[in-house]
């Protein structure tokens, strides 16, 4: 063991991907969990398995079938929730479900489960190229403006739609605008985590951040320092010890949480 | 010039009609007490001057443009809900929640300036979800007024409310209007301060039964009695 594992190119696209994915991950997180959307990644994220499925099936690239199925589903599920008043919960699972279906059936057709099927489940940070680390560093950076640049609407229709519309806000804009982000966050960080542990990404730094009872700005920075010392710790003890980096990224973030419970029950965190 | 004005204004639910027929005007610098029983159609006319009910008959104007032209008129007003409702635990100070409410970046100073004014600035830094309920309006308040609006529109905001903040609410309001010309639409349960505050008093319960000046009001007895028992048994009802 030596730092020569930091002169691996395969090491520096993992890395630089994963820093990437942890800070969308917890940005476009921060928004969905506030709005009681928890699980909605994770629905997306199953959704992009009927979509890789597709993509395998029609022999096309499947990360790109996959942006298109999980963005329109997402789209889809929101229009439907609201013409039909249907609750949050049931629309995610049943975008959940209906992702899984259409892989499992399409993935049956094609003559059963190959090792990128595996890959797209269970995630394969390692094995990021040159340029899907391009993709992942392009689509960052874009949905980070595009955050930057409207940060108080998206702010402002998550605290409270009601009033968020009375300041004339495009509320129903920036609720598909949320959802359209956080379908195209999700198939990037794939490749991180895979398909089932997606939305630990998504949710368990931000539950964490929200816990220390700081502002917006400051919640959201603090949890994605988590999110990036759980992803670059877990690329580095799932290469020394042989076992898979998604499944120790997340659990470093859940001891993290667990610490940030312990640090809560003590009564360490100052109320301001 | 005309703040508000209200024609032909009626709202028809599946099974009953919110409103009827009403028609009434604001003038600039006015302060109307609007006071009326549960269910007399108060929150429903609001939402329709605020834009978040648009199926009505009728029209409204404010500052002489009919608001299904452009929602541009929303920018110039100040709203209180009854209660805000958010999530307790959203990481936000009051100073985030103050931010949301105003247009234009460049007025950042506005923020420390509102929150000085409404007795909150040692608050600021402080996650709205650990104050009183007194503190959480003065905050809506302060999130309402940072754009400097022409005009404020109040939805009972004193419900739940301990006594010496709504004092203080009373005297805000009252220093808005006198001060700073700010006209001023407040629905209320509480006869008494309307009195004192409001020059302008309109009785709503699906029609408007009256609209002039507080004055008259007052001194109708009859008037009086039947609206004080109605929004007596609305106090009952909220407590």
Redesign the interface.
Known sequence: MSFELLTYGFMHRALISGIAIAILCSVVGLFLV?R?YSLFGDAIAHASFGGVAVGLLAGVYPLWTAYIVSILSALVITKIKDRFNISGDASVAVLLSSGIAVGLVIIGLSGGFTLDIFSFLFGSILLVSVDDTILVLFLTVGILTVIALLF?QL??ST??E???????IPVEKMNYLIVFMAGITVVTSIQLVGVLLISALFVIPNVS??MY????K??ALISVSFSIFSVVAGIFISYFFDITPAGTIVLLSIGLLAGTMGIKAAGLLS?? | MKAVEIKNLTVKYPDVKALDNISFEVNEGDFLGIIGPNGAGKSTLFASM???HNDYEGTIKFFGKDIKES??Y??Q?G?V?QK????K?????V???V?????NKSDADRIDEILQQLWIHELG???IG?LSGGQQQRVFIA?ALVHKPKLMILDEPVTGIDQQSIELFYSILRELNSKQNITIIWSSHDLDAVNQLANHVACLNRTLFFHGESEDFFSNDDLVKQYSEASMQEHMHHH
């Open positions: 506030l009681r108080r702010i402002y605290f409270n009601e009033q968020a519309k009375v300041s004339g951040a929200i009872g700081k502002g917006f400051k919640t109320k301001n | 605020l834009g978040l929602k541009k929303l920018k007003i709203y809900p805000p409702i958010f999530e635990n959203f990481p936000v100070t100073k985030d929640v931010r949301m409410g105003l247009q830094d402080r996650r650990e999130k």
